[in-house]
């Protein structure tokens, strides 16, 4: 982020935040452009494809010519200021802007004028009835819209939605085209001109009998709410209009009815009207405060910037009361100050001196502030809000290319991961791995690109090592003696072991059944302790598991016994013992859950199939009507690649969550593919 020079903004009631969702494609980011432009905070509309757009200003942005995080843009309109939350509709990063949701006073679910692709929307619809979050949903790109799909889209959508749809507006078309829009509540017609606002016209004879009854439906779905409206409409009279407009607002921000409104972002046809329910039906900050239990004051921080000339910024809204810099917060019951404030205009940011309730601003020197946090004023701690984050289903094992880097890896990875909670990181004890988790493929190769570009740090990607593991089908037995003879004290242990299989899961056992003193009480540990080296890799080449031993017999020499020698002697009895007692592989098994629209469950079943999958069962999903589950049992191995294949067949739509379940043998072709990979591989290693 740049410095600019001080922001100001005028306006009595506050910041109104709205946050644009949906799905990818959609021309969310088109659309803040749009209001940008419309509102005069920008002189020229820039293009997503060009480039040239406020917000999608990262060189990854640029790159996909979509957003990889999100935007934050200020307009003021009619005295009254608004702040922008442009949020990612991609998979793999519509995730960054789950937290900002939470504060938003009102959200514009962004979606494409054709009814097939309505089903797209359903999860934003869903997470913002969950968190409770008036929105209003503008059919954007309406003048590619075919004849009779503003109607089919609403029809598509009611069902995914709690709140009834309130359809506002209805196209006007010249032939195939679009060209403008008749309100329904102001009962009147404008025809769109390109950079302007909408021209008023009189409404054509030809779409009066739907005007009417698209009005009627309006009208009753309002009546519900207010019951003078039901009386007028039952007396068959016409309602008074500021009665209907005051209706339309109240329940709009009440989060009673979800507006429908048509435009295009890339014309404008539309975006004034769309101001004009901005500033008269969003609702005002303390609502948003009041649901997070905020009013009181506080900070919800949704996002951690790092790496720009400003260092290290919290970007939240400011809830309940002002905020300067250095008024003193509660983080977790700690003290903290809050540090200079920031105005954030995309990648620009200009200095404040303070912020207003509902204001969206960045904050600095705040390190105890993390996203989703909710930092209470001095003296009000309130709860933390909490976020689910999808599951993280594509993972990558990365080493830096230059040795000297990885302590700047780690720096770098925590940085990543602290902006971006939809991303971790772990260093795997078991293969020594540094492995990177994120959403999908997509979303990993975003966060790599940025590692280099911010960090200097490159690296090469594999798939993590998949955790095998062997064990025993037999009994065996095998005696290890270590002897060995180099001037002055030389080295002896010997030992006597029998091993035999336990049940899956059991672990590992070990028993002492020495008698008469024949190993020395002090070099037993180390006899076990040599045993459990072997067992670190077996004669397959992995950890082995789920074998009890029995220390039955040895002997020592009186000077040359150490715990070393006893310690070699345990090591070489179990490898010896564990090669007669028939070893054999195990590999992770996965329970797989996948959720999916209806319709394609079984496709998914077939997918979890061809991937050595056992099916548990298809049910309707537990939550969401017309949606389905799938529950499988799936070898780790096989879920790499799967996220993009449910995906293929469900719009983008199907997700998964695999757990661990159990081990189970592989065998045959397979098994032996993995024992010559795994001998490869420690072969070029040494």
């Keep these: 982020m740049g410095n600019t020079q001080s922001g100001n903004h005028s306006g009595s009631r ?164 679009v060209t403008g829009y008749v309100d329904l509540a102001l009962e009147r017609a404008y025809r769109y001109r390109p950079g302007k606002e909408s021209e008023r016209v009189e409404i054509p004879g030809e779409v009066l009998e739907r005007e009417r009854a698209e009005r009627t439906h309006l009208l009753e779905t309002l009546a519900d709410f207010d019951d003078a409206l039901m009386e007028a409409l039952l007396l068959d009279e016409q309602p008074d209009q500021q009665l209907v407009m005051a209706d339309l607002a109240a329940d709009t921000a009440g989060n009673k009815v979800v507006p429908v409104l048509l435009g295009s972002a890339l014309t404008g046809g539309g975006v004034h009207r769309l101001l004009k329910l901005l500033r008269h039906e969003a609702p005002a900050p303390d609502a948003a405060a009041q649901r997070l239990g905020a009013d009181a004051g506080g900070i919800h921080v949704f996002k951690i910037a790092n790496g720009g000339a400003m260092g290290r910024l919290a970007l939240g809204r400011v809830l309940g009361k002002p905020l300067s810099e250095g008024d003193e917060l509660v983080i977790g019951s700690e003290a903290a100050r809050a540090g200079s404030l920031f105005f954030v205009q995309g990648e620009k940011t200009a200095t404040q001196p303070g912020a207003r309730p509902g204001d969206v601003v960045a904050i600095a020197r705040i390190e105890g502030a993390r996203s989703g946090m909710l930092i209470g004023a001095k003296g009000h701690d309130p709860e933390a809000l909490l976020v689910s984050y999808p599951p993280r289903n594509a993972a990558l094992a990365i080493t830096t290319r230059d040795r000297r880097d990885d302590v700047k890896l780690s720096t770098a990875l925590h940085r990543l991961c602290e902006e971006d909670p939809a991303l971790e990181w772990t260093q795997d004890q078991a293969s020594h791995e540094t492995v990177l988790r994120g959403i999908n493929d997509e979303h990993l190769q975003v966060v790599l690109g940025r590692l280099q570009r911010r960090y200097g740090v490159a690296v090469d990607c594999r798939p993590p090592r998949i955790a095998y593991r062997e064990s025993i089908r037999k009994a065996a037995t095998a005696r290890g003696r270590h002897k060995k003879q180099s001037g002055g004290h030389g080295q002896y242990g010997d030992c006597v072991i029998a091993i035999r299989p336990l049940e899956r899961g059991e672990g590992f056992v070990f028993e002492d059944k020495i008698t008469g003193g024949a190993i020395p009480r002090q070099y037993i540990p180390a006899v076990e302790a040599g045993i459990r080296d072997a067992m670190e890799r077996g004669p397959l080449g992995f950890p082995v598991v789920d074998v009890a031993v029995t220390l039955t017999d040895g002997s020592f020499h009186a000077v040359d016994s150490s715990e070393l020698a006893f310690r070699i002697a345990g090591r070489m009895a179990m490898a010896e013992a564990l090669a007669q007692a028939a070893p054999y592989l195990l590999e992770p098994v996965m329970k797989v859950t996948v959720d999916t629209p209806a319709g394609s469950g079984s496709k998914a079943g077939s997918v979890l199939s061809s991937r050595r999958g056992q099916i548990l069962g298809m049910s309707p999903h537990p939550d969401w009507t017309r949606w389905e589950r799938v529950e499988a049992l799936l070898p780790e191995a096989a879920i790499a690649g799967l996220d993009a294949e449910l995906r293929s067949l469900s719009q983008g739509l199907a997700s998964f969550v695999a757990e661990p379940d159990h081990l189970a043998e592989l065998s045959g072709k397979l098994a032996d593919e993995v024992v010559k990979a795994e001998t490869a591989r420690v072969v070029k290693a040494a």
Excluded at 47 to 71: C, H, L, W
Excluded at 82 to 97: E, K, N, Q, S, V
């Design 14 to 177: 506050g910041t109104r935040a709205v946050a644009l969702v949906g799905p990818a494609g959609t021309g969310k980011t088109s659309l803040a452009e749009a209001l940008l432009f419309a509102s005069g905070a920008i002189t020229r509309q820039g293009s997503v494809e060009a480039g040239t757009t406020v917000g999608d200003a990262s060189p990854e942005a640029r790159a996909r010519r979509g957003s990889t995080e999100i935007n934050l843009t200020h307009f003021d309109y009619l005295g009254d200021s608004y702040a922008l939350i442009d949020t990612p509709g991609g998979a793999g990063f519509a995730a960054d802007g789950l937290t900002a949701l939470q504060s938003a006073d009102l959200a514009l679910v962004v979606i494409d004028p054709a009814p097939e692709r309505a089903v797209l929307a359903e999860p934003v619809l869903r997470r913002l009835d969950a968190l409770g979050v008036p929105h209003a949903i503008f059919i954007n790109k309406i003048e590619n819209a075919r004849a009779g799909a503003v109607r089919d889209t609403v029809a598509a959508l009611q069902p995914m939605s709690r709140e009834p749809l309130a359809l506002r507006q209805i196209p006007l078309r010249e032939g195939e085209q």
